[in-house]
């Protein structure tokens, strides 16, 4: 998570959507950088309303902006299942070692997850609170231009990000029965993604 005090601007950092990239390029820039633990750098809305927001109002910010990346789901699932396939994982009970993606998203699927599959949804990450705390803006990870183009023109830089914490790259596929059966229990997912639309960018 990064916070921008003087721009009013809090970067919500979804897993996954290349949050580290843009912590290693605005860091410096940022007011605040929560780096760890992982449960506070990936702080979903609901704990963001709990803990940062409260604190932030006190403090004379009770008209901060947040933003996120969304990822399109198939593809944010993919990276979860190569990013827990790295070759120091293999042995660990979150490992995809000896897993096919097939079995991942089944796995996924299941309402008692193993550990190798229960990486939450995005969705439930940007779930709205009832006191109407919400990502004020959403940009799709498919999009970077629009993002960058919008952190530049708030916080007046020219912006340079190098990947990280990169999955390892390999071709995947998913079983079309899955892929149907995925879209149906999570189209909550799905419809976040899409409602973000392209007829936003600039």
């Known amino acids: ?31 605040i950088v929560v780096s ?12 963001y309303n709990r803990f940062f927001r409260p604190m932030f109002e006190k403090n004379g910010a009770p008209d ?5 990346v969304v990822r399109e789901p198939i593809s944010w699932l993919g ?42 949804s995005q969705a439930k ?5 009832p006191n109407g705390t919400r990502a004020t ?6 999009e970077q231009g629009r993002l960058r183009r919008f952190l530049e023109a708030r916080l007046n830089v020219t912006l340079e990000t190098e990947q990280r914490n990169v999955s390892p790259q390999m071709e995947l596929s998913l079983d079309p029965g899955l892929e149907r059966k995925l ?14 639309g392209t007829d936003q960018q600039s």
């Open 137 to 142: 803006y959403l940009f799709r990870y498919e």
């Open 36 to 47: 760890n633990p992982p449960e506070l750098k990936h702080a979903p809305i609901y704990r």
């Open 79 to 120: 990276s979860w299942y190569r990013f827990r396939r790295r070759p120091f994982m293999e042995g660990k009970p979150n490992s995809t070692h000896g897993v096919t993606f097939d079995d991942f998203v089944a796995a996924y699927l299941e309402k008692e997850r193993p550990a190798f599959a229960n990486v939450g």
């Open 125 to 129: 990450f940007l779930e709205p609170r």
């Open 64 to 68: 901060m902006e947040s933003l996120a």
């Open 183 to 196: 879209r149906r229990r999570h189209a909550d997912d799905f419809a976040l993604w899409e409602e973000i």
């Open 1 to 31: 998570m990064l916070v921008f005090w003087k721009e009013r601007l809090v970067f919500l950092a979804v897993p996954k959507t290349g949050s580290t990239a843009y912590e290693s390029a605005l860091g410096p820039r940022a007011d």
